[in-house]
């Protein structure tokens, strides 16, 4: 009888929560091995299903590939909406929003790894691009009251194209700066350091000297 109990308990587990343990799944394998070790066979293994469940629930590899894509930009929206609203001015909802994006980037870096990278999924699913452009939609709220502050003549498209691929950059080179400080003997900075340092760069340079 418990046997029997495990079984079912296990069967209704998965039936109620299969999409979201075959994304954890994929996740997980991604950060593992990246996008090229990727086979829905293995994800299928992982989160403990036969392996035609995934196809089953998205279709094909792009499908949920683009599922799990669609997860980290709704989480990374989630995560700078509610950083920009604590911020007290425009400096603070920067370094906010840099934040939040570092710290969801690094801690959910299977989700990044397709994000920042249109391969293998399909950027006109519908969902896709309604949290992508939520998230994007954050930052340029920032930036359109920096510009509204500080410097009429900016060009926000440009700005958020800077900003973002500034606190990414940082994102992905945070481990190879902690190294350089090492073998140079020079001062380590930390991640919310650095991320200070570069928002009050970019308030400084988006305000044309003002």
């Known amino acids: 009888m418990a046997g029997m ?18 994304r954890a799944a994929a996740a997980e394998l991604i950060a593992e091995k990246g996008t090229s070790g990727f086979s829905l066979r ?6 403990g299903v036969s392996h035609a469940a995934p196809a089953h629930h998205f279709g094909d590899t792009e499908g949920l590939l683009t599922s799990l894509a669609t997860e980290g930009y709704r989480i990374l929206a989630d995560a700078m909406e509610e950083a920009a609203r604590s911020g007290d001015d425009s400096i603070g909802r920067l370094l906010g929003t840099g934040r939040a994006y570092a710290h969801t980037a690094l801690e959910k870096p299977g989700h990044f790894a397709l994000m920042i990278s249109n391969d293998q999924i399909c950027d006109t699913n519908e969902a896709f691009v309604a949290e992508a452009t939520r998230a994007y939609e954050a930052l340029q709220a920032i930036i359109i009251g920096i510009r509204d502050e500080l410097n009429p003549s900016l ?20 481990g190879l700066l902690d ?3 090492d073998d140079t003997g020079t001062t380590k900075a930390s991640l919310d350091e650095n991320i200070e340092s570069f928002a009050h760069f970019l308030i400084e340079g988006m305000g044309g000297g003002a």
């Open 179 to 181: 190294k350089v400080a």
């Open 42 to 47: 293995e994800v299928a293994r992982r989160a």
């Open 155 to 174: 060009d926000v498209d440009a700005a958020c194209t800077f900003c973002w691929a500034s606190i990414q950059g940082l994102v992905q080179l945070s």
């Open 5 to 22: 109990v495990e079984v079912a308990a296990k069967g209704a587990y998965h039936h109620g929560n299969l999409p979201d343990s075959l």
